[in-house]
């Protein structure tokens, strides 16, 4: 079983078209994450949600919109898609209250024509 | 913003022990050092943590100095598959939560 899940793995998109990313974590966890890791390898987090409320927005376009339906699911939509967009996102879950550890999706990469 | 200092590439002998220094000058007292590995692409993955005590589990040691503004993450006898880049961060237990990643350290495991 994979704890935490992203589809799809590869997405390739034309400028302009709107396009969504599923997560699932089956771990029981009640926070989880989108991380953005750019072609310089960077990692940065995007945004966080405990127990289906938004509780980190770090500085992104308002293009990009979390969607989290319920604990175990947090999707990313992105509308109109632009060339920097291109990137390999992450998923990622934890147990907020305890000091352990994120475990993460294994990415899905974006690329944008 | 990472608060942790790392070299940004080191080099291991198979087989010998990988020492990876961090500094955490700005440390908090109530900041715990994490320590996350990234191979090639895929998703980061979960080494080890400590808050003052010297930690080790299966994967690895953490060595965190007695002021706390540095560690070291020890692997013990590194293998081929060890090479990755490799992520300390500080963090505040039960803060929203943030894991804020920097540059890493890229180490290479040489035959």
């Known amino acids: 079983d994979t704890a935490v899940s992203q589809t799809p793995k590869y997405l390739v998109t034309q400028m302009g078209n709107d396009k969504s990313i599923k997560c699932e974590q089956n771990?029981?966890?009640?926070?989880m994450y989108w991380y953005k890791q750019d072609s310089k390898k960077f990692l940065k987090i995007m945004f966080s949600?405990?127990?289906?409320?938004?509780?980190i927005n770090e500085t992104v376009p308002n293009r990009f919109s979390p969607k989290s339906p319920d604990k175990a699911h947090l999707n990313l939509h992105i509308n109109s898609l632009e060339l920097g967009d291109s990137a390999v996102y992450f998923c990622?879950?934890?147990?907020?209250?305890?000091?352990?550890?994120?475990?993460f999706g294994e990415g899905s990469r974006l690329t944008v024509l | 913003d990472a608060k942790t200092t790392q070299p940004p590439s080191m080099d291991c002998a198979e087989g010998r022990a990988a020492n990876l220094p961090c500094n955490h000058s700005?440390?908090?007292?109530?900041?715990?050092v994490y320590w996350y590995r990234q191979i090639h692409s895929q998703g980061p993955q979960y080494i080890i943590h400590?808050?003052?005590n010297n930690e080790t589990n299966e994967m690895a040691s953490l060595i965190i100095t007695e002021d706390r503004k540095s560690s070291t993450l020890i692997l013990p006898h590194a293998t081929l598959r060890d090479t990755a880049v490799y992520y300390c961060?500080?963090?505040?237990?039960?803060?929203?939560?943030?894991?804020?990643f920097g540059t890493g350290t890229s180490l290479t495991v040489i035959p």
């Open positions: 990622a879950s934890s147990l907020r209250g305890y000091t352990g550890e994120l475990f």
């Open positions: 700005t440390i908090s007292g109530n900041e715990y």
């Open positions: 771990l029981g966890h009640d926070t």
């Open positions: 400590g808050l003052k």
């Open positions: 949600y405990n127990n289906k409320e938004l509780i």
């Open positions: 961060i500080v963090r505040v237990a039960d803060t929203g939560n943030q894991f804020y």
